[in-house]
């Protein structure tokens, strides 16, 4: 199984700043995802992070908001731009290693905004 | 639409007791589905289920799939506060894709 350290694990930012999440991964992995998990809600994908391009959004979300960097097998970045209060959540990174492989979940990052 | 469904959204037992949670879905292009427990942040894995009628089994924990009437239960027998958490089924679609239900919480008193 692939060990996966995302940081910051938590963080408070005020409105209107950006923050950004990294997410590595102890060994190369073909998939990595970004999730978000709203107080109370399941985890909703964000998108995919694809090494080498853009990342693939799903609805609801866009590059704007949420730009996602993998600029190698190991690594990759979520950036949530001008924040407001609404996108205090939890934020998690998703490896799997392989098609019919089981995901496995960062740390999750922990984000207030005031 | 794709949905997993999962029920009861909460269950409060006592230690010892057995519990039965439930995964329903209607999702196309299904590949596995997995369970999760997820007791602060990071969901962690407990069993991924491909066929049908194969028991996957970890200690106290079981889980059974039902492609045809697409359900799947986990059961945990002889819990223990440690069990407390919010328990997540997930289908796996062929495009790699996880789709969560929104949980089962669990709570077990002593």
């Known amino acids: 199984s692939a060990v996966i350290s995302q940081k910051p694990s938590r963080d408070i930012c005020q409105r209107g700043t950006s923050l950004t999440i990294q997410c590595q991964v102890d060994?190369?992995?073909?998939?990595m995802f970004w999730y978000r998990q709203q107080p109370g809600q399941s985890l909703t994908l964000i998108a995919t992070?694809?090494?080498?391009?853009?990342?693939?959004?799903e609805s609801g979300f866009v590059i704007d908001k949420f730009p996602i960097s993998r600029p190698n097998l190991t690594f990759s970045t979520l950036t949530v731009s001008n924040m407001s209060p609404e996108d205090s959540s939890i934020y998690l990174c998703?490896?799997?290693?392989?098609?019919?492989?089981?995901?496995?979940f960062g740390q999750g990052t922990r984000l207030t905004v005031v | 639409e794709d949905k997993v469904v999962q029920s009861p959204l909460s269950l409060v037992v006592h230690e010892g007791d057995t519990v039965t949670l439930n995964c329903s879905y209607e999702v196309t292009n299904f590949r596995s589905l997995l369970w999760y427990k997820q007791e602060k942040k990071a969901p962690t894995f407990l069993f991924m289920l491909t066929s049908s009628g194969i028991e996957k089994k970890s200690g106290r924990l079981s889980s059974i799939l039902d492609k045809k009437e697409l359900f799947s239960i986990l059961n945990i027998t002889a819990t223990q506060t440690g069990d407390s958490a919010v328990y997540l089924c997930a289908v796996e679609r062929n495009t790699d894709k996880l789709i969560f239900g929104t949980g089962t919480r669990l709570q077990v008193f002593p």
């Open positions: 060994s190369q992995v073909t998939m």
């Open positions: 998703s490896v799997e290693d392989g098609r019919g492989a089981e995901a496995f």
């Open positions: 992070a694809n090494q080498g391009s853009e990342a693939t959004y």
